[in-house]
């Protein structure tokens, strides 16, 4: 059973920084993309930055310069470290991979975490 399981989320004051982590667990045959999505409430669910299995990497234009996506591929595990935090950055973060379990070796699917706050105040 494959696993994201994210960490990191807090609160603080505008102008700080965070750093979210996201594990991957269970049987993994490989990861391809990996990735965090934000929901502020009312809002759809945004894709903030993403990182290859190669280590390219884009962000959304408002975190751009802010936000910085990283990997470490021995571990199953992206990080996203968040600094210059604004009151707008207040959302439920959530990781994504791109998986394939050793059982099904070869074949990829979408897998996302539980969630983590991530909370603002002005």
């Known amino acids: 059973q494959v696993q994201l399981v994210e960490s990191g989320g807090g609160l603080v004051q505008a102008g700080g920084s965070l750093r979210l982590s996201c594990a991957a667990s269970?049987?993994?045959?490989?990861?391809?993309?990996m990735a965090w999505y934000r929901q502020a409430p009312g809002k759809q669910r945004e894709l903030v930055a993403r990182i290859t299995g190669g280590g390219s990497t884009n962000y959304a234009d408002s975190v751009k310069g802010r936000f910085t996506i990283s990997r470490d591929n021995a571990k199953n595990t992206v990080y996203l470290q968040m600094n210059s935090l604004k009151p707008e950055d207040t959302a439920v973060y959530y990781c994504?991979?791109?998986?394939?379990?050793?059982?099904?070796?070869?074949?990829?699917?979408?897998?996302w975490g539980q969630g983590t706050q991530v909370t603002v105040s002005s």
């Open positions: 994504n991979a791109d998986i394939s379990p050793r059982v099904v070796a070869g074949t990829y699917s979408t897998y």
């Open positions: 269970g049987s993994i045959f490989s990861i391809n993309d």
